[in-house]
């Protein structure tokens, strides 16, 4: 299925929430992709002040204050970048440098924290104040858009998910045993799912769509075909 809506069909709002390792970061864009939407990757926001965090010496658990000025200050933008989303901060491309595990580890506290959820959730809605978005993340149709058309909550096994992982780790020359990325990743569910402010869970009116033995283009098909249905039918 490709990119080819009808000439009445209307753009929507798609929010995909879902764990660590679901493989939502990969199908969100290659649907935004296809159906010629914005790709907004909320999570990326919350990793670009873990990794402003870590660059300045701030510590999480004792800065917080400090830390959501520094949220506050921030200015986040998608551009495209040899055909793939890259996020800019203040104008400098950091899409690399926050993909590392330490980053990634550490975004998790960082968006425990009131004042940086407040900051970016601001900044999320301004992206997404136009129809024909696609954005992901882990509270987008529960707290962020939960007005969106389509919700989606996008899920896999714990040794799916796990294993996902070690593989984009290993495309970027990054090597980890599967047991410490296990363990990783259920401290993060577990901090994500237990936290007060906006935690991860599914929302009321999501289509829960668990991934195992699907493969990222059959995923993107049924999400293509979702929203298709959704635009034909917004007013």
Same mark, same amino acid.
């Given at each position: 299925?490709?990119?080819?809506?009808?000439?009445?069909?209307?753009?929507?709002?798609?929010?995909?929430?879902?764990?660590?390792?679901?493989?939502?970061?990969?199908?969100?864009?290659?649907?935004?992709?296809?159906?010629?939407?914005?790709?907004?990757?909320?999570?990326?926001?919350?990793?670009?002040?873990?990794?402003?965090?870590?660059?300045?010496?701030?510590?999480?658990?004792?800065?917080?204050?400090?830390?959501?000025?520094?949220?506050?200050?921030?200015?986040?933008?998608?551009?495209?970048?040899?055909?793939?989303?890259?996020?800019?901060?203040?104008?400098?491309?950091?899409?690399?440098?926050?993909?590392?595990?330490?980053?990634?580890?550490?975004?998790?506290?960082?968006?425990?924290?009131?004042?940086?959820?407040?900051?970016?959730?601001?900044?999320?809605?301004?992206?997404?104040?136009?129809?024909?978005?696609?954005?992901?993340?882990?509270?987008?149709?529960?707290?962020?858009?939960?007005?969106?058309?389509?919700?989606?909550?996008?899920?896999?096994?714990?040794?799916?998910?796990?294993?996902?992982? &070690? +593989? #984009?780790?290993?495309?970027?020359?990054?090597? !980890? $045993? %599967?047991?410490?990325?296990? =363990?990783? &990743? +259920? #401290?993060?569910?577990?901090?994500?799912?237990? !936290? $007060? %402010?906006?935690?991860?869970? =599914?929302?009321?009116?999501?289509?829960?769509?668990?991934?195992?033995?699907?493969?990222?283009?059959?995923?993107?098909?049924?999400?293509?075909?979702?929203?298709?249905?959704?635009?034909?039918?917004?007013?």
């Amino acid at each position: 299925m490709r990119n080819n809506p009808g000439a009445g069909n209307k753009k929507c709002s798609v929010a995909i929430d879902g764990p660590a390792g679901s493989g939502k970061s990969t199908v969100a864009r290659k649907l935004a992709r296809r159906l010629g939407y914005t790709y907004v990757d909320s999570g990326a926001t919350y990793r670009a002040v873990a990794y402003k965090v870590l660059s300045s010496g701030l510590q999480a658990n004792k800065d917080a204050d400090e830390i959501g000025q520094v949220a506050g200050r921030l200015c986040f933008e998608f551009r495209d970048v040899d055909g793939q989303p890259h996020l800019f901060v203040d104008g400098e491309d950091v899409e690399e440098a926050i993909r590392t595990p330490e980053v990634g580890n550490l975004s998790s506290p960082v968006s425990a924290i009131p004042q940086v959820r407040e900051h970016l959730v601001a900044a999320q809605r301004q992206m997404a104040k136009d129809s024909g978005v696609v954005m992901e993340g882990r509270d987008i149709g529960t707290v962020v858009l939960p007005g969106a058309d389509v919700k989606i909550f996008l899920t896999a096994s714990v040794q799916e998910r796990a294993r996902r992982r &070690q +593989q #984009q780790l290993q495309e970027k020359g990054i090597y !980890r $045993d %599967l047991a410490e990325i296990l =363990q990783q &990743q +259920q #401290q993060r569910d577990d901090r994500d799912s237990s !936290r $007060d %402010l906006s935690p991860l869970r =599914q929302a009321e009116d999501a289509t829960k769509i668990v991934t195992d033995g699907m493969s990222e283009d059959e995923v993107v098909d049924l999400l293509e075909k979702i929203v298709r249905q959704a635009e034909a039918t917004k007013e």
